[in-house]
């Protein structure tokens, strides 16, 4: 049995159902919701000892978190949860050192609970699966909220530098091969805005650190005879009002291609962050306090999801709120309902 036909079969089973008790009691979680990783926490151990993290899924996401924890001192793979354990089971397992007792189907999932050495999930399923497996305390693995790029965009912002914010602009095209599971409703959830939109979306959130009260939406698909926009549309653009007055554009497209680009102006300076929101070498510039801004990222590869895990890790270990709580996540669904539902065209 694959992923898939798994999510078939647990779909109408009460949310959480497939989580180990062990793992259940935990304090914390953090969740890919929508295009966004996650992970399910259970009880702290010694505090030194790196965190065990159990990969479930092991597709493109879970393959660069356990790639970017390698060489982690308080993060460790200690178990994986797969449909191909003759496949992909032993290749992880043997890349990184975990041994056939820790390695788990969908299946003999629940036997995850007498191994001491996973005190955390990675959860890297496609949208529809994530319920089963985090309706729990959650963390939202926003990436970006830990590039020391984007952390540095808040500092200019909330110091004042560029005066009063008024708008915001965002934008993440992408083109989706044929066959993606993205494309489809029943594995993907919605549209474009759940996979590539709300990163803009949640940017925009993160750093007005407000709701939007206005939403105004069009959904379109140019090429209506590409067989890849059957279920899903080809582009989203949407703009947002937030309580304070200010005011957003953004657009994003699973057949489009261009930079991934966000800007924030105010009426005494401005930032642009472009690319923004790829996995290193983050480009911001502008003009903040009179001074031009020009700084590049220096991390490479799959660097943000070690600095998110290693936060996770660091929740477990003291036993505090981490950065990005499972609230941020269901107010980014919240949004992403509002941006379809202005467009008549509903997700929920």
Known sequence: MNRRDFAKLTTLAAAGAGVP??????????????????????????AGKPVGFAAVGLGSISTAFMEA????????????????????????SELYGI?????????????????KDVEALYIGLPNSMHREYTDRKLMIAYRMQYD?????????????????????????????PAGAWRLTKQYGGGGSVM??????????????????????????TRDRDDPR???????????????????????????????????VHGDQ??????????????HMTGVAGGKKIDVTGTGQ???????????????????????????EGMKDLMAIEQIYKAAGTPIA
């Open 21 to 46: 008790q062990a793992v259940a009691q935990g304090s914390f979680a953090l969740a890919r919701v929508a295009g966004m990783e996650s992970m399910l926490v259970a009880d702290a151990a010694t």
């Open 69 to 92: 924890c390698a060489n982690s001192p308080t993060v460790k793979i200690t178990a994986l949860v797969t449909g191909h354990p003759e496949t992909k089971g032993v290749h992880f």
């Open 99 to 115: 041994p056939k007792s820790s390695v788990y189907t969908y299946e003999t999932f629940d036997q995850i609970r007498n191994n």
């Open 148 to 176: 020391p790029v984007w952390q540095q965009a808040v500092e200019i912002i909330q110091s004042g530098a560029l005066g009063k914010v008024q708008s915001f602009r965002g934008s993440f095209p992408s083109e989706q």
């Open 195 to 220: 996979d590539v939109g709300i990163y803009p979306l949640n940017g925009i959130r993160y750093l007005s650190q407000e709701e939007p009260a206005e939403v105004s939406t069009v959904v379109a």
């Open 229 to 263: 926009f059957a279920e899903v549309e080809q582009s989203v653009e949407w703009t947002m009002k937030f309580p304070s007055g200010i005011v957003a554009s953004c657009g994003c497209s699973y057949g489009q291609q261009g930079p991934q680009t966000l800007s």
């Open 269 to 282: 300076g401005w930032l642009s962050l472009s690319p923004a929101f790829g996995g290193g070498g983050i």
């Open 301 to 327: 590869g799959h660097f943000q999801l070690a600095l998110e895990g290693e936060h996770m890790a660091a929740c477990i270990r003291n036993n505090t709120q981490p950065k990005s709580p499972g609230e």
